[in-house]
Nanobody
């Protein structure tokens, strides 16, 4: 029943922008904490940003000032706007939902219960 589907990834030049979408079904995104993560080959999964049910947001230092998380409740979709992209942003990007509260662990993958399949983002000239 519940499902998360990421889309919007692709190839972009350094300095460019991309918007990722996380379409949810089986639950309402404004009732849960939704997070964005990424994982590059050979590296651990990295928390990027999350949005709480009330709309408060948080960001990892690596993307602060460049990425913006947002939510469209009517579409039951969470977005990640990525600007000023760098080659080191290249990774598979995932969204995830937490069944309960995350406290101070909103950027930790272990705080989340359900995950999308991921979408590839490649930043290259």
């Amino acid at each position: 029943q519940l499902q998360l589907v990421e889309s919007g990834g692709g190839l972009v030049q350094p300095g460019g922008s991309l918007r990722l979408s996380c379409a949810a079904s089986g639950f309402t995104v404004n009732s849960h904490v939704i997070g964005w993560f990424r994982q590059a080959p050979g590296k651990e999964r990295e928390g990027l940003s999350y949005i709480r049910s009330g709309g408060n947001t948080n960001y990892a230092d690596s993307v602060k000032g460049r990425f913006t998380i947002s939510r469209d409740n009517a579409k039951n979709t969470v977005y990640l706007q990525m600007n000023s992209l760098k080659p080191e942003d290249t990774a598979v990007y995932y969204c995830a939902v937490a069944a309960g509260v995350v406290g101070d662990w909103g950027l930790a993958p272990t705080a989340y219960d359900y995950w999308g399949q991921g979408t590839q983002v490649t930043v290259s000239s």
